[in-house]
């Protein structure tokens, strides 16, 4: 994982480049609209709507990077991990194979239990099932550890490298911030966030 320094660049590049691409897609919406409103020819107009989707998307990709950086630390308070977890996964839709158990009957933890919730909701709700199939999880709560494993899952040695750079890995979560909003939570609450690669791909988090 990178640090502090590292994200901050990250932040710092991303509001440059949002600034600097902003005016580019604003000219080309004008005039896009502009095109739908004095022109019939139907080649003219379909090619307007799908420049129009693409602007959309690029609004949406900077959108979704920014809801990251606007994740501030909240107020701590203690709550015990292995109910919250519990109740997690039984929220879980059933079309997710999830198995939970814990090495202890209750372990109390001080934090912002919002974000660990998020984290959770990232790591069963996120999921690409479209790149898998049959995906099952085994959550283990331990001492002062909680671990995410899912089963018989592998992602691309190139997209290992850089896991964690918003937009450089699709494979896993369906979003493309995924992997880097839950490293941005683990760095502000400052939990211990590991990866394990075999025998299973496994996300370790230490509090």
Do not use: W
């Amino acid at each position: 994982m990178f640090d502090k320094n590292a994200n901050n660049i990250i932040e710092s590049l991303t509001r440059n480049l949002s600034h600097e691409v902003k005016n580019p897609l604003t000219t080309i919406k004008g005039y896009a609209q502009l095109i739908e409103l004095k022109s019939n020819d139907e080649f003219a107009l379909k090619a307007v709507g799908i420049m129009n989707e693409q602007i959309e998307a690029i609004e949406n990709q900077f959108n979704e990077i920014y809801s990251v950086f606007q994740k501030k630390h909240g107020t701590d308070s203690e709550f015990d991990l292995v109910s919250l977890v519990s109740a997690s996964v039984e929220g879980v839709s059933a079309n997710l194979d999830i198995e939970f158990a814990s090495e202890v009957f209750e372990n109390k933890i001080t934090c912002d239990q919002e974000m660990l919730i998020r984290m959770l909701d990232i790591f069963f709700t996120g999921i690409n099932f479209e790149y898998f199939n049959d995906i099952s999880i085994k959550v283990c709560c331990g001492n002062d550890n909680l671990k995410i494993i899912y089963n018989d899952v592998s992602i691309p040695e190139a997209e290992m490298e850089m896991l964690f750079l918003p937009y450089s890995s699709k494979t896993l979560f369906k979003q493309g911030t995924a992997f880097y909003e839950l490293y941005y939570i683990c760095m502000t609450e400052k939990f211990d966030l590991t990866i394990e690669k075999s025998p299973s791909l496994s996300f370790i988090i230490k509090f």
